[in-house]
T-cell receptor
Framework: EAGVTQSPTHLIKTRGQQATLRCSPI?????VYWYQQALGLGLQFLLW???????NRGNFPPRFSGRQFPNYSSELNVNALELEDSALYLC???????????FGEGSRLTVL | GENVEQHPSTLSVQEGDSAVIKCTYS??????FPWYKQELGKRPQLIID?????GEKKDQRIAVTLNKTAKHFSLHITETQPEDSAVYFC?????????????FGQGTILTVHP
């Protein structure tokens, strides 16, 4: 069974541009989570989507947004990119509200 | 909001020794405490978790203890092996509308020397 898949693996953008990252959860998982992992730091919670709705949001500005599609895949959009947005963006999915998150390999965003 | 502190930031041990990583949390509503292992360039993977109604949980060489009164929990790895070398993250979370919003510690780089 395929795990959580993310694309692209790497993305290079310049300041002010927009980035779109995509995630496909494990088959059967309806919840998708986005986390930011900046260099040397732990994972910071960004967004949680469940059944197509945004359920919770971390302490990030509104230029971080996303959505979940009917097939439960998700995309994360980052507008007006800033240098400090450079990080590994991890997507995770879960089967139900039991706790375990299954992470993807991440998308590394570099903002120049 | 929740704040999770993790110590030490780096830990170096000899193969066969034990390793202990400690975390403290601030929100008494937190009731779920997972530990993730992240090897270099790989995805974080759950290695063990504990819920607030349990004080200790073991899985082979790995154990986690939880002290709700003191708001701290620890990861214990016995008989360490070189393949245990990785970054370990603790996290805390709660249910309800905060479900899935795990607050992670800053990570511990564990190096096991052969």
């Amino acid at each position: 069974e395929a795990g959580v898949t993310q694309s692209p693996t790497h993305l290079i953008k310049t300041r002010g541009q927009q980035a779109t990252l995509r995630c496909s959860p494990i088959s059967g998982h309806t919840s998708v989570y986005w986390y930011q992992q900046a260099l040397g730091l732990g994972l910071q919670f960004l967004l949680w989507y469940d059944e197509g709705e945004e359920r919770n949001r971390g302490n990030f500005p509104p230029r971080f947004s996303g959505r979940q599609f009917p097939n439960y895949s998700s995309e994360l959009n980052v507008n007006a990119l800033e240098l400090e947005d450079s990080a590994l963006y991890l997507c995770a999915s879960s089967l139900d509200r039991t706790g375990e998150l299954f992470f993807g390999e991440g998308s590394r965003l570099t903002v120049l | 909001g929740e704040n999770v502190e993790q110590h030490p930031s780096t830990l170096s041990v000899q193969e066969g020794d034990s390793a202990v990583i400690k975390c403290t949390y601030s929100d008494s509503a937190s009731n779920y405490f997972p530990w993730y292992k992240q090897e270099l360039g790989k995805r974080p993977q759950l290695i063990i978790d504990i819920r607030s109604n349990v004080g200790e949980k073991k899985d082979q060489r790995i154990a986690v203890t939880l002290n709700k009164t003191a708001k701290h929990f620890s990861l214990h790895i016995t008989e360490t092996q070189p393949e245990d070398s990785a970054v370990y993250f603790c996290a805390a979370g709660s249910g309800g509308t905060s479900y899935g919003k795990l607050t992670f510690g800053q990570g511990t780089i564990l190096t096991v020397h052969p």
